[in-house]
Structure formats: C-alpha cells, structure tokens
C-alpha cells in the first residue's frame, strides 16, 4: 500500500474512533442517570487532535518521512501514547461518575505523554535527517 494512502487511512480510523467516543460518551450518559465526567465527554479530542488531525498534517507537510527507517517506531510510539491518553481519560470519567477518586488515572496520563514526548523526538530527528540527505 502506498505510504501516503496509509496516512490517510490512519486518519480516518483515528476520525471514527472519535465519533465511537462520542457515542461511547452518551451511551454512558444514559445508563450512569444523566451523570457526565469532563474527562470522558472531552476523551474525544486525543483522537480527532493526536489522530486524525496530526496524521493528516503530516500526510501534507511531511510526505516522505513514511520512508524513513524510524517511522515505524514513532508510528507505534505515538499511537501508544494516544490510546493511553484516551483509556486514561475513559477511565478516569467513570471513575468520576462512579463518585470516586483514584490515584492511579494519573499514571496513564504519564505513559501517554512520555511516549507522545519520546515519539515526537523521534519524528524531529527523522524531519532533520531527512532534510538533510
């Protein structure tokens, strides 16, 4: 498959699995009494932001990084980072709704943004080499 066709793809994946938030958001609206969490009704915006909108802005802007040796790393690393952002932030609205706290929402919210730091290195350094040969 073409480099380019996949980065679209991968944008309308992360473009549905944004509307399936939306609609996992309501649906659990209604079964939690009308109850809603910030966390969860906002869990949203990692994919159609972090996803769709990254992955198309690098379709446009950076068209051969795809080639590069290290794109695979930094493909797996970032969406990493935004499936933990967004089951932390699932998480954290049900434990919301429930009436809870816990301590351990906040250790997904790390694991996401040190894999989205690390994987964004990795994108710099492909953007300078590759601009460089």
């Not at 969860?40 to 950076?62: A, H, K, P, V």
């Amino acid at each position: 498959m073409n480099k380019n066709k996949q980065l679209f793809k991968t944008s309308a994946v992360y473009f549905v699995l944004s509307i399936t938030a939306i609609l996992v958001n309501n649906v659990y609206a209604i079964f939690g009494h009308g109850m809603r969490s910030a966390a969860m009704t906002w869990m949203f915006l990692y994919l159609l932001i972090g996803g769709t909108l990254f992955y198309l802005s690098i379709r446009f802007f950076f068209v051969k990084i795809t080639k590069h040796k290290s794109y695979r790393v930094f493909f797996n690393l970032y969406n990493s980072g935004i499936a933990a952002l967004t089951a932390g932030s699932l998480f954290k609205g049900i434990i919301e709704i429930a009436g809870s706290s816990c301590v351990h929402t906040k250790i997904f919210f790390i694991v996401g943004l040190v894999c989205i730091l690390f994987s964004s290195i990795i994108l710099i350094l492909m953007i300078f080499e590759s601009k460089w040969t």
